[in-house]
């Protein structure tokens, strides 16, 4: 039988305690069948004839800014790398808050140099050694700053065996031993090395801070706005010499077979270069070039422009500023652009030559577009009609008010054009940035 717990020794609920005749019982002591037992954990205390248990906990410690932190690259987002925190440096922390589980690191915040997705200087389940920056509302972390934070361990993601570094050729700083797998990782001096990073390391001038891509780089790099994974080089799956995977091939529309990048095993695809246009930049005027035609009143914004906004950092007056010469645009346009209506309510029998006898009646016709449905070829119950003329168009809302036909009355209103198609130069894609946009119309 095991002896009762006498003063200074720790106990944990269900232990017996050694009582004197005269103790009377305080905090975390209890009596039962068996004797005087501990309720919670602690250590057991005897202090002016009262027997109790000095509770001992291992509180939640929060991080804090400036901590360093080591993590794991969790998920690859367009502008952002979440990082799930498994260690903070020079604490011993080993409880955290939810909220503190994760972090994100904005693709301008990994390495001073140009990025344009987070995915092109790291992948999933790289470690990653960062500094946290800001607490609220989100945990975010930096990693230019010092040249010990960046990558401190990465495995190949075509094999599994862990990364080494390279110089054999710019903008290419981590090799695998075992295959062909060659690519770029905003190393930290620690990469290789573990928690003691050497005071002479200088891994981190691999990275090339503040320099250019090379020319043959440019091809690899995943290009402003796409979704992280459309890259080479920011595939997870695969390196610059692997080839392109036959879905991936198909959603680019068409990638040149056979021609490969670097003649890596199976050959491999090489990525059309998209068509720019000139525009000038919605937000600040500046002359810029987009992957896409601008359409007067959308939002059309160059690089920096973009990302404040998607960042959250642009201020009232210049949404403001704006919002004025997208209308002014949008007023401009209408002359030459003509008018485009939604006509919902449509007759599932209906046809686009019995639409455009409705509608031609009221103005000079663009187009008539009978939305039907792939398979049965039947209409889905509503159409886009489009004016030459802005005039006609609005002209023909009003006197068509109240038509029907086979007995179903139409609705008929002007078709607007929907704010994420800016999206491409203005960030229209993210939820966020939806949201803001309705707040900017009011």
Not at 60 to 86: C, H, M, Q, S
Not at 200 to 213: A, C, P, Q, V, Y
Not at 291 to 320: H, M, W, Y
Request: proline share 5%; glycine share 12%.
């Amino acid at each position: 039988m095991t002896s009762p717990a006498n003063v200074g020794s720790f106990v944990v609920p269900g232990t017996t305690l050694e009582r004197n005749e005269d103790d009377s019982l305080g905090r975390g002591v209890a009596e039962s069948k068996s004797g005087v037992v501990a309720t919670v954990v602690g250590t057991l205390n005897r202090e002016d004839g009262v027997l109790f248990v000095e509770q001992r906990t291992d509180p939640i410690r929060e991080i804090e800014v400036g901590d360093v932190v080591i993590g794991e690259v969790n998920r690859i987002n367009p502008k952002t790398a979440e990082i799930k925190i498994l260690h903070v440096e020079g604490k011993p922390v080993r409880t955290l808050p939810a909220t503190h589980l994760f972090a994100d690191i904005f693709v301008a915040k990994i390495v001073d140099k140009f990025m344009p997705s987070p995915g092109d200087a790291m992948k999933k389940r790289d470690l990653i050694r960062a500094k946290i920056e800001q607490l609220t509302p989100m945990l975010r972390a930096e990693c230019p700053s010092h040249d010990d934070l960046g990558i401190i361990r990465a495995i190949c993601p075509a094999c599994g065996e862990s990364l080494v570094t390279s110089s054999k050729q710019p903008d290419v700083n981590v090799a695998c031993e075992r295959c062909d797998y060659v690519g770029f990782r905003a190393l930290s001096n620690g990469f290789g090395h573990g928690y003691e990073i050497p005071t002479d390391s200088t891994i981190s001038k691999l990275n090339r801070d503040g320099e250019r891509w090379a020319d043959a780089s440019k091809a690899f790099i995943s290009k402003d706005g796409e979704r992280p994974y459309l890259s080479p080089l920011s595939d997870h799956r695969r390196g610059s010499v692997h080839s392109t995977p036959k879905d991936v091939a198909k959603f680019l529309g068409g990638l040149q077979q056979g021609g490969g990048r670097g003649g890596g095993r199976g050959g491999g695809g090489q990525r059309p270069r998209r068509e720019m246009h000139a525009a000038k930049c919605t937000m600040c005027g500046t002359d810029s070039k987009l992957p896409f035609q601008p359409t007067p009143g959308i939002p059309a914004r160059c690089s920096p422009c973009k990302e404040k906004v998607d960042n959250g950092d642009a201020s009232k007056e210049e949404l403001s500023a704006e919002r004025e010469v997208l209308n002014k645009a949008r007023e401009a346009a209408k002359a030459t652009m003509g008018m485009k209506l939604f006509v919902g309510g449509v007759p599932y029998s209906a046809t686009e030559e019995q639409l455009t006898e409705i509608f031609a009646a009221h103005g000079e016709l663009k187009e008539v577009h009978l939305v039907t449905d792939k398979e049965t070829g039947n209409s889905k119950g509503f159409a886009f009609v489009t004016y030459k003329s802005h005039k006609e168009g609005a002209a023909a809302i009003e006197a068509l008010k109240g038509t029907q036909m086979d007995g179903r009355r139409l609705n008929i209103q002007e078709s607007k054009p929907k704010e994420g198609r800016g999206g491409r130069g203005g960030g229209g894609r993210r939820q966020k940035d939806r949201g803001r946009g309705r707040r900017d119309r009011r």
